[in-house]
């Protein structure tokens, strides 16, 4: 069986001379990624490895990790530019309508009335409401908003926007 992964994060580089990493945290807390003992690391999010946490510092909102046999500044600068993934398996279940970000990367979104706006490619957090990016014929942001978004189905990989063709 083939697991999936979450990227939650990305290595940016050494930090010091005894192997710790700096880690670019994708979750909305920090300390999120802070929970996870096994980190599965890749270059290309094709082919993950498995890392093991032995201590985890945050700073101001910065992570700093020292990942298992990762002894020195040689061995973590291999890791610069990894991503930094968990398994879902081992993600909290979420409500009925509920998802993870990553679940509606690639889903198509559809206006009312049927028009194809684009595929959802990525968000923006704005503090009030996140915001999809859509590529399509041209490129959209378009509110995550109840009163926007009218239905999602991860299935068939679509979702449903009262949003005008226009914009």
């Known amino acids: 069986m083939k697991e999936d992964y979450l990227v939650m994060g990305q290595l940016v580089g ?7 990493l700096k880690v670019r ?16 690391v890749s270059s290309d999010e094709k082919n993950w490895s498995e890392l093991f946490v032995e201590e985890v510092k945050i700073n101001q909102e910065r992570m700093m990790v ?29 409500n009925k309508n509920e998802f993870y970000w990553n679940d509606l990367i690639g889903c198509e979104i559809q206006n009312i009335n049927g028009f194809l706006l684009g595929k959802v490619t990525g968000f923006i957090e704005t503090g009030a409401n996140d915001v999809f990016v859509v590529e399509g014929e041209k490129q959209r942001l378009i509110p995550y908003t109840k009163k926007i978004v009218k239905n999602i189905e991860l299935k068939q990989q679509q979702i449903i926007v009262d949003w005008d063709e226009s914009f």
């Open 14 to 20: 050494s930090f010091g001379v005894k192997g710790w």
């Open 25 to 40: 945290v994708f979750t909305e807390k920090v300390e999120t990624l802070k929970n996870y003992k096994n980190w599965f």
């Open 66 to 94: 020292k990942l298992k046999d990762i002894d020195d500044r040689t061995k973590a600068d291999l890791f610069r530019n990894y991503w930094v993934g968990v398994s879902k398996n081992s993600l909290p279940k979420l």
